[in-house]
């Protein structure tokens, strides 16, 4: 778990995002010429242009004529990419829950839905169901592919798992010249995987080194989304399950705040 770091003054990412949007030379977008910063008004002028530049209102996607403060934003940003829980974020920007739980929202519904092709290699394959009975929710369920060597990822919501659903997603997301493992479900024993390989492993005696990566990824999704609502809403899993394929599957966007700043700048 990242700790949270010392964040800098206001100043400091008004005039990060200034340069995110504007360039490092804070170029006029009409006549590019230089710019001066007014950080007292929060804005960019141009002499020669006789004209006002604000980052949240030029090519700002996202951000277009924010309330809030650059700072905010910046923290925002931070505590998504490295999936705080609601609570250290609001505590960190003194922002509402609801407020927080909006961008974080946004943010998600914003991500790009990257296509890496098909999973090949080794692929650890499973089912997983998510929302509890006792917390009167339905169950959904969730089926999921990892390729061992990458990392990448596919998850699907399915409305059971039979033979049918199951060789759908097999087709749909597993290349013909891999090796998919699976558990012994006895859907599995009436779907022809060919040309794949197929391994089966027995859970009940041990061999659990086949199916590390993807009862990992399971937990991790499943310890991310309580930290973030307690418990898991599964009326808002579409979302975030595309946000951990982009996770696992687009790192670089996740890497730092100001990558993923620039990409929230880019799209409107
Ligand atoms: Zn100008």
Same mark, same amino acid.
């Given at each position: 778990m990242k700790r949270v770091p010392y964040f800098f003054s206001n100043l400091t990412y008004w005039r990060r995002f200034n340069r995110l949007v504007f360039g490092d030379s804070l170029?006029?977008?009409?006549?590019?010429l230089a710019m001066s910063e007014n950080y007292k008004l929060r804005y960019l002028w141009c002499k020669y242009c006789r004209k006002k530049y604000r980052y949240t209102s030029?090519?700002?996607?996202?951000?277009? =004529?924010?309330?809030?403060s650059s700072k905010q934003l910046y923290q925002l940003i931070w505590c998504y990419l490295n999936k705080k829980s609601i609570d250290t974020t609001r505590s960190l920007t003194k922002l509402s829950y609801p407020t927080v739980e909006r961008w974080i929202a946004r943010f998600r519904d914003h991500l790009p839905e990257t296509d890496v092709g098909k999973l090949n290699g080794l692929v650890q394959m499973d089912e997983s169901f998510f929302g509890r009975v006792r917390h009167k929710q339905d169950q959904v369920i969730v089926v999921g592919a990892i390729e061992?060597?990458?990392g990448r990822i596919k998850l699907e919501l399915v409305p059971n798992r039979s033979s049918k659903t199951l060789s759908n997603f097999i087709d749909g997301h597993? =290349?013909?010249k891999a090796t998919v493992i699976t558990d012994k479900w006895r859907a599995y024993d009436e779907i022809s995987m060919f040309p794949r390989e197929h391994l089966s492993v027995n859970h009940s005696i041990g061999e659990f080194r086949f199916s590390n990566k993807i009862e990992g990824l399971w937990s991790e999704i499943k310890k991310h989304i309580r930290r973030m609502?307690?418990?898991?809403l599964t009326n808002k899993l579409k979302p975030i399950l595309n946000e951990w394929q982009e996770r696992h599957n687009n790192p670089r966007l996740f890497e730092s705040a100001d990558t993923f700043t620039s990409y929230l700048f880019q799209i409107s």
């Open positions: 170029l006029c977008p009409k006549c590019n030029f090519k700002a996607g996202l951000f277009y =004529s924010t309330k809030l061992a060597e990458t597993i =290349s013909h609502y307690q418990k898991i």
